[in-house]
């Protein structure tokens, strides 16, 4: 808190003086990785997103302490083809959100496109003063959404027919 006095004086010399207090707030709210999960399992194997998988993200402020200072929680799912900046909920429904007001925020992407690979998930907070922080889910999601190719040439008959001459029945 900062106190602030005007003093004004007008060519006649007649002058007022008024004051006030002003509050700064520069305090970066508090977001970190241990507080980033993935509340979703994918339907491949070992738990590999696979298209139309729902992948959920939770952010547990009760963990970071930021408490009725957040305004604004958003995750970024750019790099596997969803938005950049995708707005958490703490409203009891979104993504399965279990209570509202909880401080546990959530978001939601259905996995599509073409990806490959293993990725992170960005998360970013903002508090009531627009200061704003952000961290990286490490996790590590593994999505594949590339089918598997299969050529002639990979393909070995091993056992023949039972027909005449060998031929399949």
């Known amino acids: 808190t900062f106190g602030i006095a005007v003093n004004a004086t007008d060519i006649l010399l007649n002058s007022i003086v008024s004051s006030d207090t002003v509050n700064i707030d520069n305090i970066l709210p508090i977001v970190t990785d241990g507080a980033i999960s993935i509340a979703s399992t994918g339907s491949g194997t070992g738990g590999t997103y696979l298209p139309g998988d729902n992948l959920i993200v939770q952010w547990d402020d009760t963990v970071d302490s930021n408490g009725l200072e957040v305004v604004l929680a958003t995750t970024n799912f750019s790099k596997m083809g969803g938005g950049e900046t995708v707005a958490m909920a703490d409203d009891g429904s979104t993504c399965g959100d279990a209570s509202a007001g909880d401080n546990i925020y959530r978001a939601c992407y259905t996995i599509s496109g ?3 690979s293993t990725y992170d998930v960005a998360l970013t907070v903002t508090d009531n003063a627009g200061n704003t922080a952000a961290a990286d889910d490490t996790t590590g999601i593994v999505i ?13 008959i091993i056992s ?3 027909g005449t001459a060998g031929t399949y029945i």
Do not use: L, R
């Open 144 to 156: 594949d959404t590339i089918a598997p190719t299969v050529t002639d040439g990979a393909i070995d």
């Open 160 to 162: 023949a027919g039972s």
């Open 114 to 116: 073409s990806y490959a």
